[in-house]
Nanobody, 123 residues
Framework: VQLQASGGGLVQAGASLRLSCVAS????????MGWFRQASGKEREFVAA????????YYADSVKGRFTISRDNAKNTVYLQMNSLKPEDTAVYYC?????????????????WGQGTLVTVSS
């Protein structure tokens, strides 16, 4: 399985970005997907997750109400819509595939990771 994330960039505070992650393989809908981020000098942290069907979604408190995770199983793609961006959202964002269908938080429960896409939010 290969995951290709894209959509990062440099934006001003308050702006929006949409990240995309395309997965290879034929069983995309059978697995939950997640987004994580890692700021410079910090540990990787959970951002959002979505179940295989898209019915269940979970968010970190820091992004709740601003970010929306979604997926298009016909396109093997998961998205992260990021609105009202803040400088503290600056990080490399990674998509990942969970080991099972239900959305989970711990990164240890994800077995495939994309290469990351950099999001920089200026103040």
């Amino acid at each position: 399985v290969q995951l290709q994330a894209s959509g990062g960039g440099l934006v001003q505070a308050g702006a929006s970005l949409r990240l995309s992650c395309v997965a290879s393989g034929r069983t995309f809908s059978s697995y939950a997907m997640g987004w994580f981020r890692q700021a410079s000098g910090k540990e990787r942290e959970f951002v959002a997750a979505i179940s295989g069907s898209g019915d269940s979604r979970y968010y970190a408190d820091s992004v709740k109400g601003r970010f929306t995770i979604s997926r298009d199983n016909a396109k093997n793609t998961v998205y992260l819509q990021m609105n009202s961006l803040k400088p503290e959202d600056t990080a490399v964002y990674y998509c990942a595939r969970a080991q099972r269908d239900f959305a989970v938080v711990p990164p240890t429960l994800y077995d495939y990771w994309g290469q990351g896409t950099l999001v920089t939010v200026s103040s």
